[in-house]
């Protein structure tokens, strides 16, 4: 936020810079608090009718600063209760978020990136590829427009970084909006409420495991080795298995927390009893839990979802062997919001503009 810039997002400003601009410009730092508090508490974008700020501090913050909010162009609600929202940004581009209820915990699924550079074999976002990265106040603008609009904004919810997008690919903006929606005057969020959900970028992850604000952590695996993860997910080639794995070993986990390993279930590629014994292995002493998602078909996706019968003794073969698992429901598929059903058509790159992204 250099002085004399005009029209900087606030929304996508942290605390403590917002209190250096007040101080730079001859203000009490302690403004920022109550800007925060009109911005995140009660859903006021508008420096003018934040009333208990000055006359001349409106007028300097109107100077300065615009609040950009993303603008609501369509909402689905599904039979189970989830609903899908698209949304604009100030660009024209749109994504979509998701509200999940009662998971047990209210959940917002957010996005990270406008489409995806990682391309995953099974994800319809994949096919989008990359039209660019969010700045960290319309990563954190989606959890305003949805609380805003779910009458929530005074209410406990998690958040899942499992929408559009790669996290770990905007490592910077993601970060920096975890720790706005931390911000003890904003939502006041605690980390634990947090998921990030990574196909695993390795550097990133080593990053990660230094962050003062560290959210939980779910890794993409798909696949027990690297032959049939390679398939699945094109970065494998670049962190393997074997690598992936070794660093979840050495993540450094709260106490009480797990690392979660998400696997797909494609019908006859990574469903077979000896991949679950695999993945068993695999995982065998981090302190973790497996995390199944049987397919969410799509046009366009080359795979099946299993039979109830396969996810079970998938399932089984892994408790048998100690593995904690869950099977995730899938929410809202009948309004394509489960995951790896979003997508905004229209926004597609080019296969050579994509490969240029992901060098
Ligand atoms: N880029 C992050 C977030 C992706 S979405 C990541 O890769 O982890 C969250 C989860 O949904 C990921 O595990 C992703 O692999 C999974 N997913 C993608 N497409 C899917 C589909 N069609 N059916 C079920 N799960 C899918």
Redesign the pocket.
């Known amino acids: 936020m250099e002085k004399g810039e005009r029209h900087t997002d606030l929304a996508g400003v942290e605390r403590h810079a917002l209190e250096a601009a007040l101080e730079d410009r001859g203000h009490e730092r302690f403004r920022a608090r109550q800007i925060f508090q009109w911005i995140y508490r009660r859903g006021v974008t508008d420096v003018a009718a934040m009333t208990d700020l000055s006359r001349e501090l409106r007028a300097s913050l109107a100077e300065t600063f615009t609040v950009e909010t993303p603008t609501i162009l369509h909402r689905d609600t599904s039979v189970d209760g989830t609903e899908k929202f698209l949304l604009r940004l100030s660009d024209g581009r749109t994504i979509e978020s998701v509200f999940i209820p009662d998971t047990p915990a209210m959940t917002f699924c957010i996005s990270t990136q406008v489409g ?1 550079a ?1 391309a ?1 074999a ?3 976002t994949g096919k989008m590829g990359l039209i660019r990265n969010l700045s960290a106040g319309e990563i954190v603008g989606q959890v305003r427009v949805l609380a805003g609009a779910l009458s929530m904004l005074d209410k406990k919810f998690n958040i899942v ?3 559009m ?3 770990l690919h905007n490592y910077d903006e993601t970060m920096k909006a975890l720790r706005i929606l931390n911000d003890e005057y904003g939502f006041d969020m605690s980390p634990r409420r947090m998921t990030l ?3 695993g970028i390795l550097p990133a992850l080593e990053r990660l495991a230094n962050e003062p604000i560290m959210p939980n952590v ?1 890794i ?1 695996l ?1 696949a027990p080795t690297d032959i049939q993860r390679g398939e699945l997910v094109p970065l494998n080639r670049k962190y393997g298995v074997a690598d992936v794995i070794e660093a979840c070993r050495r993540f450094p986990l709260k106490r009480r927390s797990r690392i979660t390993f ?1 696997y ?1 279930l494609l019908a006859g590629v990574n469903d077979r009893p000896e991949d679950a014994r695999g993945l068993a292995r695999l995982v065998a002493g981090i302190k973790s839990k497996v995390n199944l ?6 046009p366009g ?1 080359p795979f099946d979802r299993p039979s109830d019968e396969a996810i079970n003794r998938f399932a089984e073969i892994l408790a048998e062997r100690g593995v904690l698992v869950s099977v995730r429901k ?1 929410r809202g598929r009948d309004i394509r919001a ?4 979003l997508i905004v058509e229209g926004q597609r790159k080019s296969a050579a503009q994509q490969l240029a992204i992901m060098m």
């Open positions: 995806c990682m995953c099974f994800c319809l970084l499992m929408g997008g790669e996290p959900s990574t196909v779910a993409s798909h998400e797909v998602i049987p397919l969410n078909p799509a996706i899938s489960a995951c790896g059903q």
